[in-house]
């Protein structure tokens, strides 16, 4: 997995653009299913500036989900902030939908798609994947804390287990987004969720 290489000489590429071309070698193909020459081929680099640059393939994928995480999959933290609860989920599934099924990339989310049936050798690169899938779930379930201890949410409501339950909601769009549903398909049952939500949990 290491697979480094020595530094050569100074890069010579836009560094932002090569990494959202492996990101989306990495999301289309997965992390075992993308070898050296398909990123070398996507990027239009060298296997030698490739390990110049970002060390090893372990290191690069690292970064893509980084890349992803920024560009498609964060709850940012104006949108965290946002009042009402039902209007931040609802803005957030909603941009998951519409990202998941748009034509521009590969359907899914790159965290979920690109790091599913690891080899042993590989388990490290599938905890770094789960890692950032966890720390999502984490930032809901302290907005929904927020939620519950500002009134909006039931007293009772386990914002804990709710966080995971969205997180689930995500998990299953993306796969469905992989077998074809469209963006409309998907935003339906972004507003089937946030709808359940309003009606079992918001005080009202």
């Given amino acids: 997995m290491k697979n480094t290489r020595s530094r050569g ?53 690292s970064q893509a989900l980084d890349w992803y995480a920024a560009t498609f999959g964060g709850l940012e933290p104006d949108n965290l902030d946002a009042p009402g609860i039902v209007d931040t989920l609802t803005h957030w599934l909603h941009r998951q939908a519409e990202a998941f099924a748009s034509p521009l990339h590969p359907k899914g989310c790159m965290i979920s798609v690109a790091a599913i049936g690891f080899a042993e050798e590989n388990r490290a690169i599938a905890r770094m994947a789960s890692a950032k899938r966890e720390a999502t779930i984490e930032r809901l379930r302290q907005r929904l804390s927020r939620a519950v201890s500002e009134g909006e949410l039931k007293a009772e409501t386990d914002s804990a287990s709710l966080a995971r339950f969205i997180g689930a909601i995500v998990q299953g769009m993306t796969i469905q987004a992989r077998d074809g549903a469209t963006e409309q398909q998907l935003t339906a049952l972004a507003a089937l969720a946030c709808t359940a939500l309003t009606d079992c949990l918001l005080n009202q």
């Avoid at 000489?9 to 990494?19: G, K, N, Y």
């Avoid at 020459?37 to 500036?49: N, R, V």
């Fill in 9 to 61: 000489r100074p890069l010579s590429f836009d560094r932002e653009l090569v990494l959202s071309k492996a990101a989306e070698c990495f999301w289309a193909n997965g992390y075992e299913g993308t070898s050296i020459a398909d990123l070398t081929q996507a990027m239009g680099i060298t296997p030698q500036s490739l390990y110049t640059a970002f060390h090893s393939k372990a290191e690069l994928f």
